[in-house]
């Protein structure tokens, strides 16, 4: 197949989806949107895209958007989050869901690949799952959807559990796609550090209260990973990072900590990234926060899961 197939992407944020189909060297990507500022410019240094729109997407004229085979959005997961206040639709980025209808009306691509929280299945004893689908299928499309975690279908050490839905214009393409195998071999927390800075290390002087709780623990070097939680300290499954969220960007609440030669010391966001799959290539601005890049990791998703899912939808074309 030498034509590329085309794809446009809502809620892009620092382009994990596009970079996951992107990968499969069969797909360009035409157009991403995206409305944080701050993830604009990571997104602007990585992206091979023809066109970034920074619109609010519902200012956005649905006949302006790029004609498209494949349709993708990792729509806001806050209003269906367990660290969210869970208002589903009553939330306005909950609505954000139905402009994904409409432009799926007017362009009808091939196929939509939508990602959200594992939460969004059960919130509502599944009634805004079953409402995204039914949706769905009122304009004419196939749904399969599945929960795939990270650590179970990549070889990446982050336990994170994600709703993948996939939307198929014709039953042929349903029928014949399958979701991606579980793999055994998984990569160590060792796999992931960069050279540490200053700034990560969590010293007695800098961090009294936190390290009053660190120094009680006896791990040793690189056995267990840690957050701590406002106000008590956390330990995770050995050797395995928790699910990264956004709002390890607020003041370094929930960002994973771990014990390294002797010093104890939080993740740096390009670690974040490491454990989200990035590639080494991939660029971070200079002139956006820390805290602001570990909020893009959280928010992002884990990229060789995308890719997987990804080979297997475009093998249908």
Not at 106 to 114: D, E, G, N, T, Y
Not at 276 to 294: E, R
């Amino acid at each position: 197949m030498d034509k590329k197939i085309n794809l446009v992407s809502l809620f892009a944020g620092i382009g994990g989806i596009d970079l996951g189909f992107e990968q499969t060297k069969k797909v360009q990507v035409l157009w991403q949107n995206e409305f944080d500022l701050n993830a604009i410019k990571t997104l602007k240094l990585n992206s091979k895209a023809l066109e970034i729109d920074s619109r609010d997407i519902l200012t956005v004229p649905t006949k302006e958007i790029i004609k498209h085979d494949i349709l993708t959005g990792g729509f806001p997961c806050q209003p269906f989050s367990l660290a969210g206040k869970q208002q589903s639709f009553n939330d306005p980025r909950g609505k954000l869901i139905f402009k994904i209808f409409d432009i799926i009306k007017f362009h009808s691509p091939r196929i939509v690949f939508l990602e959200n929280v594992k939460n969004l299945k059960s919130i509502n004893k599944g009634k805004d799952l079953e409402r995204i689908i039914s949706n769905l299928e009122e304009l004419g499309y196939h749904v399969k959807y599945k929960v795939l975690n990270t650590s179970e279908y990549s070889d990446l050490p982050q336990n994170r559990e994600r709703l993948y839905i996939i939307a198929f214009k014709y039953k042929k393409d349903f029928l014949a796609y399958e979701w991606p195998k579980k793999q055994n071999k998984s990569k160590k927390i060792l796999d992931i550090l960069e050279p540490y800075e200053d700034y990560q290390i969590y010293s007695e002087k800098k961090y009294p209260k936190i390290y009053s709780f660190l120094k009680e623990q006896n791990e040793n070097d690189l056995d267990g990973v840690y957050q701590w939680r406002r106000v008590y300290l956390r330990k995770n499954s050995k050797n395995i990072f928790p699910t990264l969220t956004a709002n390890m960007g607020t003041g370094g609440h929930n960002v994973p900590l771990i014990k390294q030669d002797g010093i104890w010391r939080k993740i740096s966001p390009r670690e974040a990234l490491n454990i989200q799959g990035y590639p080494k290539n991939f660029k971070i601005p200079n002139d956006v926060s820390k805290g602001q890049l570990y909020k893009q990791a959280g928010n992002s998703v884990s990229v060789p899961v995308i890719n997987k899912i990804a080979k297997k939808i475009v093998d249908l074309f």
